[in-house]
């Protein structure tokens, strides 16, 4: 095994650890970690191949929400079924941006996820939620402009789609977290299939990823359990560490555009 494929081992386990944990965010730091950890050639081949791993990671984790009960299918795939769409559309349009200015655009995103998780949403809600067609249009219309967003920047996007899902439905947090893994695992596989048509994929670094992300994913589920009282801290915590991160990614790009 090569450091590359260490790398990417590690890199994978502390994304999985984090979509288990706050099930949004740290998908984040996926792209970044392939780019300056990993070592992998260009931001293109970063978005690709970090969106296969968290599809992937997020669908294992999915399957750990599913046994607690904490996901509500029905909201959860129209939201997801819509996004697709707007996922294919932003990783169109990814593809066709130069790498230094779709990283600096990245930077702004990970500022965005930072501060949206500085002030965690309420976890009230209505658990016996049913899914009608006022709240089918309103989730499908959300649904397709997170995807675009999630496409574009390569990332699950679960920042935007757990309270997405809350603004929609009505869900509790609680049921959010688990059932935005579906739209993160469907708009993942959905950026990295563009991605991969136009050879942007490094399968064996996808896959070192993934083996990481399970064994991650399913601390992080645990985890989530043990420390639920303490959410919010952790959310904070995350978010500015994000930022210190993003402060990074954009002195990179800048660095390189000038």
């Known amino acids: 095994?090569?450091?590359?494929?260490?790398?990417?081992?590690?890199s994978g386990s502390g994304v999985g650890f984090l979509?288990?944990?706050?099930?949004?965010?740290?998908?984040v730091l996926a792209v970044p970690l392939l780019l300056y950890f990993v070592g992998v050639p260009s931001t293109h081949f970063a978005i690709g191949t970090s969106a296969l791993g968290?599809?992937?990671?997020?669908?294992?984790?999915?399957?750990?929400?599913?046994?607690?009960?904490?996901?509500k299918w029905p909201c959860a795939i129209t939201f997801a079924l819509a996004g697709i769409a707007g996922a294919a559309l932003g990783s169109t349009i990814g593809k066709l941006i130069d790498p230094e200015p779709?990283?600096?655009?990245?930077?702004?995103a990970m500022a965005a996820v930072a501060l949206s998780m500085?002030?965690?949403?309420?976890?009230?809600?209505?658990?016996?939620?049913?899914?009608?067609?006022?709240?089918?249009?309103?989730?499908?219309?959300i649904g397709l402009v997170v995807g675009l967003a999630?496409?574009?920047?390569?990332?699950?996007?679960?920042f935007l789609i757990v309270p997405g899902l809350m603004l929609g439905s009505r869900m509790p947090m609680l049921n959010a977290v688990g059932s935005s893994l579906l739209a993160v695992a469907l708009f993942g596989a959905t950026t990295a299939f563009n991605y991969a048509?136009?050879?942007?994929?490094?399968?064996?670094?996808?896959?070192?990823?993934?083996?990481?992300?399970?064994?991650?994913?399913?601390?992080?589920?645990?985890?989530?359990?043990k420390l639920a009282a303490r959410r919010a801290l952790l959310?904070?915590?995350?978010?500015?560490?994000?930022?210190?991160?993003?402060?990074?990614?954009?002195?990179?790009?800048?660095?390189?555009?000038g």
């Open 1 to 10: 095994m090569d450091w590359q494929a260490i790398a990417a081992l590690i």
């Open 197 to 225: 048509l136009s050879g942007y994929v490094l399968w064996d670094v996808a896959g070192w990823m993934v083996a990481g992300g399970i064994g991650g994913g399913a601390l992080g589920v645990w985890a989530s359990r």
């Open 150 to 158: 999630s496409g574009f920047f390569g990332i699950g996007g679960g």
């Open 19 to 27: 979509l288990g944990l706050l099930g949004g965010g740290g998908s």
């Open 118 to 141: 500085w002030r965690p949403a309420s976890g009230d809600g209505l658990a016996d939620v049913q899914l009608n067609p006022r709240i089918a249009v309103r989730l499908a219309g």
């Open 54 to 71: 968290v599809s992937v990671n997020a669908a294992v984790n999915l399957l750990g929400h599913a046994r607690r009960g904490t996901v």
């Open 235 to 257: 959310q904070r915590v995350f978010a500015v560490f994000v930022l210190v991160v993003a402060t990074y990614v954009a002195y990179r790009a800048l660095s390189t555009v």
């Open 102 to 108: 779709l990283m600096l655009m990245f930077a702004l």
